[in-house]
């Protein structure tokens, strides 16, 4: 039985790679690329980011066109927690990462959310719990279990480092979008919401 579910992960973890790296652009013509290196998100929007931002924040991110994001419910397809110091920790397909922010921010569209409880104690814990996971390595999670501390996705890294945002209406897989509807306020709306 176990044999079965490795094989069926390995599947899926082969599956969402191949795919979120697909870019489908329908319009004028229908095309697909495999990657993207042009991104709606510039220079100049990365300041208003970086004039903003504060540690403890969370970014949430999303790429235009990738096959990914068409699986994924909602506006945005990534999320990571800010550390501070130019450091955005997050968790892609190569497991945990601890990224400098102008990387994390090649995108299309970005967005900050603020934990509306700002108490000190709150931020550092959260962003020493992300260090952590740092160091523990955790692998990117392809059944989007929140059950399994062995593994985490994108949105569970976040939730975890804060424990738990009061989220109203929660999916079972919490998706981006759900950090909208917690305890969390919109600093920096992005570029589709102005």
């Known amino acids: 039985?176990?044999?079965?579910?490795?094989?069926?992960?390995?599947?899926?973890?082969?599956?969402?790679?191949?795919?979120?790296?697909?870019?489908?652009?329908?319009?004028?013509?229908?095309?697909?690329?495999?990657?993207?290196?042009?991104?709606?998100?510039?220079?100049?929007?990365?300041r208003e980011v970086l004039d903003l931002i504060e540690p403890g924040d969370i970014l949430l991110r999303t790429y235009d066109n990738y096959l990914s994001s068409f699986f994924i419910p909602g506006d945005w397809s990534h999320a990571g927690l800010y550390a501070g110091d130019n450091r955005v920790i997050h968790v892609g397909g190569e497991g945990i990462l601890d990224e400098d922010i102008l990387t994390f921010m090649r995108a299309d569209n970005i967005a900050i959310l603020r934990v509306s409880d700002r108490v000190e104690g709150r931020i550092t814990t959260a962003i020493q719990r992300a260090h952590k996971l740092v160091e523990m390595d955790i692998d990117y999670d392809y059944d989007f279990d929140k059950k399994d501390p062995s593994k985490m996705y994108c949105t569970e890294l976040v939730d975890y480092c804060y424990g738990g945002l009061n989220y109203s209406n929660p999916h079972k897989i919490l998706y981006p979008d759900d950090l909208l509807k917690s305890e969390c306020k919109l600093v920096y709306p992005g570029l589709n919401f102005k």
């Open 1 to 46: 039985m176990q044999f079965i579910k490795n094989i069926f992960y390995a599947i899926k973890k082969w599956f969402i790679n191949l795919f979120g790296g697909i870019v489908v652009y329908p319009y004028p013509m229908f095309f697909i690329f495999y990657g993207s290196v042009h991104y709606k998100f510039k220079g100049h929007h990365q």
